[in-house]
């Protein structure tokens, strides 16, 4: 796979998981229920049975995250502005097009390592159970995972 489809591919993703960052941090900001805090979270504290100490770091990284890909997201936006530009020339300059992209998915880089610092704040907070469950949501997500439908994960 070229260096080209690789990074457009990874773009794609982050940006995609900007997308479903940006929903989360709409209903957090408009349907604020009377406790405050995001509806998504909520949830996620209540099937893992977390403690206020836990909530409050994975709140925490949760809103770097956000604002991280929000970053990101702006960048991608300008770079796609750019490529346009660019497209619309009588000749396209592959150089430019390589600078342009190489310029903008560096961020890319620093989005990876703030994700693997937040996952692994988060995983040393959670307890061995809660781990268990937070990855068994990860993979199979939240509305096949048997666990989450029995309730609260034990301590």
């Given amino acids: 796979m070229?260096?080209?489809?690789?990074?457009?591919l990874g773009a794609g993703t982050v940006l995609l998981l900007a997308g479903i960052l940006r929903r989360a941090h709409y209903h957090r900001?408009?349907?604020?229920?009377?406790?405050?805090?995001?509806?998504f979270l909520r949830r996620l504290f209540r099937r893992l049975g977390t403690r206020p100490e836990q909530e409050?770091?994975?709140?925490?990284?949760?809103?770097?995250?956000?604002l991280e890909f929000r970053q990101f997201r702006?960048?991608?936006?300008?770079?796609r502005a750019e490529v346009?530009?660019?497209?619309?020339?009588?000749?396209l300059d592959t150089e430019a097009?390589?600078?342009?992209?190489?310029?903008?998915l560096s961020k890319l880089e620093a989005v990876k390592t703030r994700l693997a610092e937040a996952l692994a704040?988060?995983?040393a907070v959670l307890d061995p159970?809660?781990?268990k469950a937070f990855a068994d949501l990860i993979a199979r997500g939240p509305g096949r995972c048997q666990r989450f439908h029995a309730g609260p994960a034990e301590a």
């Fill in 74 to 79: 702006e960048e991608a936006f300008a770079l």
């Fill in 129 to 131: 159970a809660q781990r």
């Fill in 29 to 39: 900001r408009f349907r604020r229920s009377g406790r405050g805090g995001s509806w």
């Fill in 84 to 91: 346009a530009d660019l497209y619309g020339a009588p000749a």
């Fill in 97 to 104: 097009v390589s600078r342009a992209l190489d310029a903008r």
């Fill in 56 to 66: 409050r770091v994975v709140s925490a990284e949760a809103d770097a995250l956000a």
């Fill in 121 to 123: 704040r988060v995983h």
């Fill in 2 to 8: 070229s260096p080209f489809v690789s990074g457009a």
